[in-house]
T-cell receptor, first 114, second 112 residues
């Protein structure tokens, strides 16, 4: 079946602009995760959703970052007033009910803030 | 102290040899442990999971877990050039259900 998809694949934006990143999880997967990966670094947890609720938002770096999920499917990560340090690959992953730790990753969105 | 620690490498191993990747974690309450492989420019993919002390084998891969020492490792037998990638160790967060913490990864290079 179809895997996790993310859009756009690449985004170049000017400092101060808002950006919206989208994730479509695998159909039927109840959990959805957002991570940030800077060049040459590991995965930095941002937020996860169980259904439409977000039990853990502890990884969001600042109040410029927000995320929502609707209908237990699509999720959007919004970054307001982007800064150069926001430049990274943003990865989304989903996992099935009963196997919350077996995460399937999307291809990521490469964000460049100029 | 980082929650999940790995040697960043690069680890260079000759083709056909055994590659040994190590990981330590700080949360004694962690119960689930994972190894993900990430090729350059690609997303991570799950290759092994282990939940009990001891060894778990899957093809050329063996995961080893020692909860007393808070140590988990991945052995790759008969290493192939296609095994060249970054290997990420991940551990469940005892304090936050359904969350896993990733290490920063070890870059493995298999030389022909």
């Amino acid at each position: 079946g179809a895997g996790v998809s993310q859009s756009p694949s690449n985004k170049v934006t000017e400092k101060g602009k808002d950006v919206e990143l989208r994730c479509d999880p695998i159909s039927g997967h109840t959990a959805l995760y957002w991570y940030r990966q800077r060049l040459g670094q590991g995965l930095e947890f941002l937020i996860y959703f169980q259904g439409n609720s977000a039990p853990d938002k502890s990884g969001l770096p600042s109040d410029r970052f927000s995320a929502e999920r609707t209908g237990e499917s699509v999720s959007t990560l919004t970054i307001q007033r982007t800064q150069q340090e926001d430049s990274a690959v943003y990865l989304c992953a989903s996992s099935p009910s009963g196997s919350p730790y077996e995460q399937y990753f999307g291809p990521g969105t490469r964000l460049t803030v100029t | 102290q980082k929650e999940v620690e790995q040697n960043s490498g690069p680890l260079s191993v000759p083709e056909g040899a055994i590659a040994s990747l190590n990981c330590t974690y700080s949360d004694r309450g962690s119960q689930s442990f994972f190894w993900y492989r990430q090729y350059s420019g690609k997303s991570p993919e799950l290759i092994m999971s282990i939940y009990s002390n001891g060894d778990k084998e899957d093809g050329r891969f063996t995961a080893q877990l020692n909860k007393a020492s808070q140590y988990v490792s991945l052995l790759i037998r008969d290493s192939q050039p296609s095994d060249s990638a970054t290997y990420l160790c991940a551990v469940n967060s005892y304090s936050s259900a359904s969350k896993i913490i990733f290490g920063s990864g070890t870059r493995l290079s298999i030389r022909p």
